[in-house]
């Protein structure tokens, strides 16, 4: 069973940094793509930043040059700098994983993590 387990989020002030984790596990074989998305309160979830096996990246035009993703081995950060108020809500691990060299794999969401940015 794949398990995602997301750590990081935390309660801050404007122009504050965080860095968000997660980890997955449950006998992957290759993890194909990760990816964070985040869901304000009273809205849908949207992606925020995307990265492949490659290590090819993605990101929403909002978190642009404030937001980093990286990866090491199965585990997804996201470095978040200069928060500001709209980047308050839950965010959510999302990971394309293979169980063998040609399939079958399956997408998974992890728990979530609250990052509140709150003056």
């Known amino acids: 069973q794949v398990q995602l387990v997301e750590s990081g989020g935390d309660s801050v002030q404007p122009g504050a940094s965080l860095n968000l984790s997660c980890a997955a596990s449950?006998?992957?074989?290759?993890?194909?793509?990760m990816a964070w998305y985040r869901q304000p309160p009273g809205k849908q979830r949207d992606l925020v930043a995307s990265?492949?096996?490659?290590?090819n990246t993605n990101y929403v035009d909002s978190v642009k040059g404030r937001f980093a993703i990286s990866k090491d081995k199965n585990t997804v950060y996201l470095q978040m700098n200069d928060l500001n108020h709209e980047d308050t809500a839950v965010y959510y691990c999302?990971?394309?994983?293979?169980?063998?060299?040609?399939?079958?794999?399956?997408?998974?969401w992890g728990q979530g993590t609250q990052v509140i940015v709150s003056s």
């Open positions: 999302h990971a394309d994983v293979s169980f063998g060299d040609y399939g079958p794999g399956g997408t998974y």
């Open positions: 449950g006998g992957i074989f290759r993890i194909n793509a």
């Open positions: 990265i492949t096996s490659s290590g």
